[in-house]
């Protein structure tokens, strides 16, 4: 066709337009005559011209994105057809985002409404999941409730409530008249700003209210639909709705993406409003001239269109139509305006508004400084507490509302005393940090999640939603793994704190598990603490009453830490709490106001209860929280009130249709949730979607008000329930069939949970569960296999004397092999705890039944040991490497009590340990097992340094030959082994940095490679103390040294605390507590079972001798060591070298304290002098400085200045080649009296220095200790 | 670039341009060009995931974005309206263009021509933009003053009246042509077979 054809057809088509319909085919056939092309042409043409009449008449032409795939378009051709749950009655509309259905919910039992959604990408499901959930939980009256949402291959679609109603405009229009059009405007307005407000307050910003989302039902309730679904931030303007139709209720910025923000909401509200006073939008006109003309001019007020309006809602309307999102009135804003109008047509559940925040100044600047050190880059941890009800969380929550506008990651739990489930403390900081990951993209994810997440994912399944279930390596460790897990963890929190400021904030932590402690603990400990802002909440009544609970948050030393005390509020401040929560009419009634502030004693929490009592006419006297809570339950519908009582009764988090179904009822249970909600009565919880009571008080006065039969029951018909649907765990049903009275099922639950517990390695809550499982069960058979499960979950949380215990219960129960192998464990566990006669008591009989015989004295000890080491030099150390299968279980039996000895005896009696040693290394190479003989070689290694009596070998050859025989199996733990051995043969002979490094690397590889190596740990982590107070290093020491200290005493391990707190007492000393360190000598002495002169008392006597020189009383520190001189003759004592310098020394430093000028101290001095003779011999570099010291004190208290200086110099130059600096700093002190001038002055200085940074409180007495016997 | 000219500069241009200023005409478009060119790109991208969008709006938004609107009148409006809708269609098919190459075959990018019609991007209604672009191309060769209007409303999301004003002509004369017009491209677009095939 050319374009003079073109030209002519087009001429002829607007002809036929122009003649009536009926008179086209002649004038066509009049125009084209014969030529019958273009006569087709036309015919053609017309009719399509004639098709496209009513089309495009407004063009707008629309693209996909490229955030829809071309299949999505395919999926949404095709109608929804129903599932087996969901059967479509009909469509009722449909929209950009898909098409809404009514369908009958066959589980539900009723119609709701269900929206198809287009196929999106993956990153859109998870974002629109998340916010499904954050929405699904979102209970109001004024929000359409959400249900269910389906995502799987055929379908994609959400149900929610189904509203029967008329939209907003169309109801308020429904008046004739103006007045009863205003009023209706008014009431339903009160509701819509009510929803707004609570979608606002989650962070939820609607983005397009307009009267078709706003629908009120028959009875008046406004519902506001189509919230924050299916939509991304920002976007809301290309949204089918707004394209298709007009911006007409869209505010000015939207239109630009400019600083979209909650305001724009109130735009919308405004632009609705006004539609129904006046009858039309704001504006009117195309797509485009709207939206320009709301960005140049305001509209006619309502009131000029429509006279009659009110004056005071044309107003709000026009604050509400604000060009300027600044300038638009703000949610409070409006709230206040309308209550101003309009309060009291309502029903009186919300005339009392949500509790306000009143004063709390200072808590909440420390809030900040904490929060500001976290954004530095440093850690801190902030304790808020206080009594019930003072209002821990209402300021913990204020203070996070005021981050909302820096970009902050928030991850919150709550603990419940009726939940035990495991790190329960963290389980909701894991929920809300698995919802962060799960908004975040592919790609950002990816880059966050660390190596070894996927462990993570297995301790907590709801992280394998966001991609964390990769497979993972079976570990057979599980310590192994649940150290990789935390790691893992810490690193994810690191990398995200990297990114932007985290605060974690644990409430009620009260009620926390000693796991979720330790996590916490270890994510902030030094070197390397993670800038985080830790809040825990906790309530100081239960701090009080529960020590354990007070020492474990003492323990908690979270980078720098914060506390702070919530007290009562003050009169002003309860006047203006009073007044943000009673409507004016009621407010006015001062007297009443007065009652309430006396009868809350300035408690916030019941400040509240008492204004909602108020409100509904409550008592005119000073009622308890009891009474006014009977009485608000007393109002409430059966079946509310039967609602809350079982909440109440269950003690934790429900699933809301659990508890609606245990109370016998069918059927929808959101209006009824909705309803206690509002009312203050319940709460969300945390972990999703759930419900809770809104506060512990109330729970408690509720589960009080039940009669324990009712409680019984309720518990009973809840664990049927949930057994019915199976979709709770063994913990939770454990409480139920407990409180139910069902002894059989309590227990198997509780071994179930137990079994639970120590997969994940809370070993603790493992203990508590079997515990409980023990106490329930009847069947003995079973009762003796849970014996033996709390047998090994006690050893495996290292607390040895209760494993002991259950070891021994457990092998009554037991017969033959296994009863003799829980015998020797139980007798290993005793050794290891520190009950040494008992232990060996018991180990005695253990080995009368396998012919060993176990030395008596310790000189046949060391015969003993002398024999072996010869008779092991002159066979060597091949062997012929056999399977286990081919042993003898005699012989391994052997070798493994030998082992118990060994380990149990190591360090309060090393001659025999080192004996028994060398038995179990020959045994086990004549049996030939690789690993056995790799685990004594190692031990050999450290006892050939401690006990040098015929030992040839050097101990490195023997550590080299221990690793290659671990093999891959053993590897790590062997590794630990010969690392702990190498540290304490370095400790011995003076090589601190070697014994301190060997050390660190031993307590690494226990604590992430092995398990239930309580007494491994004790000896690598003790060495390392050692070797850092010898070097000088007080102030690191006392860091670990409290902690662990703290750890011993609870855990009932008395060798360790023993050990602690009388080696270390230098750190005590340090601290100017010389008589807590005594007292805790005596203590940790008097819990040990072992009596007469042995090593720990041993230990106790050089703990008191230095507390007597510090306190400066020196003839007490001498008698006590002249009291015990013959003792320490005995080869215990004599024949571990390092025993031998200490034992020396004290006697030397003591008699040189006491010793008095002139003549009459010349035999004391002679003494020393003795003592240093004997140093003498032992030519260690960490010995010899000792004896030059001595030599210069002898010099100094005969006046000869000069030796003294030069024995000092001397002195200095030897401790710190042997890396010795406090002792070199103690030296420096004492010279610098002795040299005059500057160089007296830098010695000074730089011993004050050194002292002061290491925390030495009392130079002066310390050096009493240190170096006595110098004029002061 | 763009950044450095200001609303009252460029809309001194419009104004330029609109008293005969070539110059004027040769600075304004590649302004214009850019700045739809950097909104639909936006829009267009992943961060900005949205189900449809209206073009209309990106073209609005460069024009409220550019100009210093106290300082436009009516008829410079219909000037920047009828350079941004061909510049629009420009940018949508360089768009459309590399759709094509990454996706290879099929639809490469469906447009709907109105959104009252409440049938989703898919199916008889949706349309693909390289088709709308050769359609609109045959439109040229036969009928100029229809292709234009055409260009104007739909990629310009100008009304009748305002495509008059651009065009220079009166309302009534617009109206008809674009009774015929959208007949024409309604018929080439739904698919008869004989007409779209190449000759």
Partial sequence: ?1272 | MPDAISPSEITQLLHAWNGGSREAFDRLVPLVHHELRVLAARRLSREWRHDRLQITAIVNETYLRLFDQREVDWQNRGHFFGIAAQLMRRVLLDHARRQTRKKRGGVAMPVELDASIPTPLHGADAVDVLDLDRALTRLEALDQTQARIIELRFFGGLTIEETAMALAVSPATIKREWAVAKGWLLRELSGDVDRRAPK
């Fill in chain 1, 1 to 1272: 066709m050319t374009s003079a054809e073109y030209a002519r057809l087009k001429e002829i088509v607007a002809g036929a337009l122009g003649c009536p319909d009926a008179d086209r085919p002649a004038y066509l056939a009049t125009q084209c005559g014969a030529d019958t092309t273009i006569r087709v042409e036309a015919e053609s043409l017309l009719a399509s011209v004639l098709r496209a009449a009513p089309l495009y008449e407004d063009p707008t032409l629309l693209i996909a994105g490229d955030g829809v795939t071309l299949d999505a378009f395919e999926q949404l051709g095709n109608a929804f057809e129903g599932t087996a749950r969901y059967v479509v009655r009909r469509r009722i509309g449909e929209g950009g985002m898909g098409i809404v259905y009514e369908v009958d919910d066959r589980e539900r039992g009723q119609a709701v409404a269900l929206k198809t959604l287009r196929r999106w990408s993956g990153d859109d499901i998870y974002r629109l999941k998340r916010e499904f959930r954050s929405l699904a939980d979102v209970a109001h009256p004024n929000l359409v409730s959400l249900y269910d949402l389906v995502i799987d291959d055929d379908a994609c679609f959400f149900t929610m409530e189904l509203v029967h109603g008329t939209t907003f405009v169309d109801y308020v229009r429904q008046e004739p008249s103006a007045t009863a059009r205003a009023a209706r405007a008014r009431e339903a307005l009160v509701q819509l700003i009510e929803g707004v407000l609570e979608l606002h307050r989650r962070g939820i910003r609607h983005g397009d209210i307009k009267p078709s989302n706003v629908l009120v039902s028959a009875a008046g309730r406004v519902v506001l639909l189509d919230f924050g679904l299916a939509t991304n931030v920002g976007q809301r303007e290309f949204i089918n709705g707004q394209v298709a139709g007009t911006p007409a209720y869209l505010s000015p910025e939207q239109s630009f993406d400019a600083n979209v923000s909650t305001a724009s909401d109130w735009y919308s509200v405004g632009a609705t409003l006004y539609h129904a006073l006046t009858g039309t939008p704001p504006f009117v006109g195309t797509p485009r001239e709207v939206i320009e003309r709301k960005m140049l001019v305001d509209p006619e007020p309502a009131a000029t269109i429509a006279p009659e309006t009110p004056d005071e809602l044309s107003e709000l309307c026009m604050a509400l139509l604000r060009r300027d999102p600044a300038l638009r009135l703000s949610g409070r804003e409006v709230r206040a305006r309308v209550s101003a109008v309009e309060l009291g047509t309502v029903d009186s559940g919300s005339t009392v508004s949500a509790p306000g925040f009143v004063g709390r100044a200072d808590a909440l600047n420390t809030l900040r400084a904490a929060f500001e050190m976290a954004r530095a880059g440093r850690s801190a941890s902030v304790m808020v507490h206080g009594p019930s009800g003072i209002g821990k969380s209402a300021l913990v929550q204020h203070f996070i509302d005021t981050l909302a506008n820096e970009r902050v990651l928030v991850l919150r739990s709550r603990c419940h005393e009726h939940e035990a489930i495991p790190y329960k403390a963290l389980d909701g900081v894991i929920d809300s940090l698995a919802g962060h990951l799960r908004a975040l993209p592919q790609a950002e994810r990816v880059a966050l999640v660390p190596r070894d997440a996927a462990a993570l994912g297995r301790l907590f399944p709801v992280l394998r939603t966001i991609g964390l279930n990769e497979d993972v390596q079976d570990e057979a460790d599980p310590i192994a793994f649940r150290r990789k897990a935390f790691t893992a963890f810490r690193a994810l929190l690191g990398r995200l704190a990297e990114r932007q400021p985290v605060v974690v904030d644990i409430d009620d932590f009260h009620w926390a598990d000693v796991d979720s402690i330790t996590w916490l603990t270890e994510l902030l400990r030094p070197p390397s603490p993670l800038s985080l802002l830790v809040v825990l909440s906790f309530r100081s009544e239960e701090f009080e009453a529960k020590p354990f609970l007070r020492s474990v948050v003492e323990r908690i030393d979270i980078g720098t830490r914060f506390s702070v005390p919530l007290f009562p509020l003050s009169p002003t401040e309860i006047d203006q709490l009073i007044g943000s929560l009673l409507p004016v009419r009621i407010g006015a009634a001062s007297l009443q106001r007065a009652a309430i502030a006396h009868a809350s004693g300035g408690n916030p929490f019941l400040i509240d209860a008492l204004a909602r009592d108020a409100v509904s006419g409550g008592s005119r006297g000073e009622p308890t929280l009891d009474e006014m809570l009977t009485r608000r339950l007393d109002v409430l519908p059966p079946e509310s009130r039967a609602f809350l009582e079982a909440l109440a009764v269950c003690g934790r988090p429900m699933l809301p249709a659990r508890v609606f179904e245990a109370c016998g009822y069918r059927g929808d249970e959101r209006p009824l949730v909705a309803r206690l909600r509002s009312a203050h009565l319940v709460r969300n919880s945390r972990s999703a979607d759930r419900v809770e009571m809104y506060h512990d008080r109330v729970r408690e006065v509720l589960a009080a008000r039940v009669a324990p039969d009712a409680a019984r029951q309720i518990h009973a018909v809840m664990a049927r329930v949930l057994v019915a649907h199976g979709d709770d765990d063994p913990e939770a049903l454990f409480e139920h069939h407990r409180a139910a009275g069902h002894t059989e099922l309590a227990a198997i639950a509780a071994a179930a949970a137990g079994g639970k517990a120590s997969a994940v390695l809370a070993f603790d809550l493992a203990v508590t569960f079997y515990r409980e499982a023990l106490a329930l069960e009847q069947d003995s058979a079973q009762r003796a296999r849970r014996v033996a499960d709390l047998a090994k979950a006690l050893e495996k949380a290292g607390r040895p004397i209760e494993a002991a215990t259950a070891y021994l219960d457990a092998a009554q129960r037991a017969h033959g092999d296994d009863q003799i192998d829980r015998r020797r464990k139980a007798a290993e566990m005793l050794l290891i705890g520190g009950q040494i006669d008992e232990g060996l008591r018991v180990i005695e009989e253990v080995l009368r039944t396998v012919g060993v015989p176990l030395a008596r004295g310790h000189a046949t000890a060391l015969a003993s040991l002398a024999f072996r080491r010869l008779q092991l030099r002159w066979r060597g150390f091949e062997f012929a490497a056999q399977p286990e299968s081919r042993m003898t279980h005699e012989d391994l039996f052997r070798i493994d009590a030998c082992w118990s000895i060994t380990v149990g005896l190591a360090m309060v009696d090393p001659i025999r340990a080192a004996d028994f040693n060398v038995r179990q290394l020959l045994s086990a190479l004549g049996v030939g097992d690789p690993y056995r003989i790799a685990r004594a070689l190692a031990l050999e290694g450290g006892f050939s340094v401690l006990i040098p009596v015929a030992a040839a070998r050097s101990p490195r050859a023997l550590y080299r030959r221990a690793e290659e025989l671990a093999g891959s199996g053993g590897q790590h733990y062997i590794g630990a082994l010969t690392s702990v051995w190498g540290g304490i043969g370095a400790f011995v002979t003076g090589k601190w940095a070697e014994a301190t490094h060997l050390c660190a690397r031993a307590v690494t590889l226990l604590r992430d490679h092995c398990t239930g190596v309580t007494w491994e740990l004790n000896l690598a982590q003790n060495f390392f103390l050692f070797s850092l107070v010898y070097q000088g290093e007080l102030r690191e020491a006392a860091h670990h040294w409290r902690r662990l200290l703290e750890s011993a005493r609870e855990r009932g391990n008395f060798y360790l605390e023993l050990e602690l707190s009388t080696r270390l007492s230098l750190i005590w000393l340090a601290a100017d507590q010389a008589l807590e360190a005594e007292r805790e000598a005596d203590e940790a002495v008097a819990r040990w079972s072992q009596r007469g002169f042995e090593r720990p008392q041993y230990l106790r006597l050089l703990t008191l001798v230095q507390i007597r020189l510090y306190l400066g009383r020196a003839r007490e520190a001498w008698d006590l060591l002249e009291r015990h001189r013959a003792d320490f003759r005995r080869p215990l004592f004599r024949r571990v070298q390092h025993t031998r310098v200490e034992t020396a020394n004290w006697r030397a430093r003591c008699a040189l304290a006491l010793a008095p000028r002139g003549e009459a101290g010349q035999h004391l001095r002679a003494v020393a002098l003795e003592e240093a003779q004997r140093i003498d011999r032992e030519r260690m570099p960490w010995s010899n400085p000792f004896a030059t010291l001595i030599r210069a004190t002898v010099a100094c208290q005969q006046g000869d200045v000069a030796g003294a200086t030069k024995g000092l110099t001397a002195a200095i130059e030897g401790f710190t080649s042997a890396q010795m600096h406090m002792h070199a700093a103690a030296c420096r002190s004492r010279l610098s009296t002795l040299v005059d001038g500057e160089h007296g002055e830098t010695l000074r200085t730089e011993a004050t220095r050194f002292m002061t940074d290491q925390d030495v409180r009392n130079a002066l007495a310390f050096l009493r200790v240190l170096a006595p016997g110098f004029p002061e």
